[in-house]
């Protein structure tokens, strides 16, 4: 099974691509392996998601995979704090395509004792690839050239599987998407990307990098007031107020097959009743608990 994503990417290269990316991102860039892939954030001053990526380091370059309209915002950034670096960073959302393969043993040229980034022959051209979790089990994400599209899809074996359906099972898992559920503008810790949360986005030993001292006092201070919830219901739109007891408590992600993600106070109590835009809901479960 495989499922196309709607995303965007840049492609950053020179001599100093890793420092400059490392001294932007929330994850540990310099210390992942090459090949490899690393998720993280980007924040601003008051330690706010604006941007979510999956960074791959790779010999030659670091490609940053976001959410379709992240690339170019994120590259006007970048652009601000280019000073002396030796970089350039290149919007490549137009030439590149990506899918989400479920299960990758089936995937031709993929190694699954391999590294979690690897290029590999496919379709006629060279491929890049990510072990990610997408769904609760790792699959694949592949990102190859908008013009070997017809010569890679038919080689990916299994059906096309839609991007709700995809949703419905990282929901289902726990695993936030931060664009697909309106998570952009909270905290990293808020929304199940700290340590230990199901999609860890954060490193606490790295160098400097915009938001970071936000981030260095939340982990001395070792909690926020929201944390990554589930809720049971159906039918509000994401990014909807949640209630209970007449008082806004949090935000709501997507809802797919009666199940959403949510942005809770954790003074909440796992059960409890709740309206979510006006409709009735159901603390279903704690993703990322106190």
């Not at 960074?55 to 309209?69: C, F, I, N, S």
């Not at 309106?182 to 400097?208: H, M, N, T």
Request: with cysteine; charged share 20%; glycine share 14%.
């Amino acid at each position: 099974m495989w499922t196309l994503l709607s995303s965007g990417g840049l492609r950053v290269s020179g001599a100093d691509r890793v420092d400059f990316v490392q001294g932007q991102m929330t994850g540990d860039l310099r210390g992942a392996a090459t090949p490899g892939v690393v998720a993280c954030a980007f924040l601003n001053v008051r330690g706010q998601i604006e941007q979510f990526a999956r960074a791959y380091k790779r010999a030659d370059d670091v490609y940053l995979h976001l959410d379709a309209g992240q690339a170019a915002p994120l590259l006007a950034r970048l652009k601000r704090y280019i000073i002396f670096d030796q970089v350039e960073v290149k919007d490549v959302s137009d030439d590149l395509r990506t899918v989400h393969v479920w299960q990758a043993a089936g995937l031709p040229g993929w190694n699954p004792d391999g590294p979690d980034a690897q290029t590999f022959e496919l379709g006629g051209g060279v491929v890049l690839a990510g072990r990610v979790n997408r769904t609760g089990a790792p699959g694949v994400d592949l990102h190859y050239l908008a013009r070997h599209g017809a010569e890679v899809l038919p080689l990916l074996g299994g059906d096309e599987v839609a991007i709700d359906t995809l949703d419905a099972a990282r929901i289902r898992a726990g695993i936030p998407d931060i664009a697909h559920d309106g998570f952009l503008g909270v905290l990293p810790q808020e929304v199940g990307l700290d340590v230990g949360g199901p999609l860890p986005a954060i490193s606490y030993r790295k160098g400097c990098y915009v938001g970071q001292e936000i981030m260095a006092r939340l982990e001395a201070r070792g909690s926020t007031r929201y944390h990554l919830a589930q809720l049971a219901g159906d039918g509000w739109d994401v990014g909807a107020d949640v209630t209970h007891a007449g008082k806004v408590v949090g935000q709501a992600g997507l809802n797919e097959g009666g199940l959403g993600l949510a942005r809770l106070r954790k003074d909440l109590p796992e059960g409890a009743e709740v309206e979510v835009g006006g409709t009735p809901a159901r603390l279903q479960a704690l993703i990322v608990r106190s």
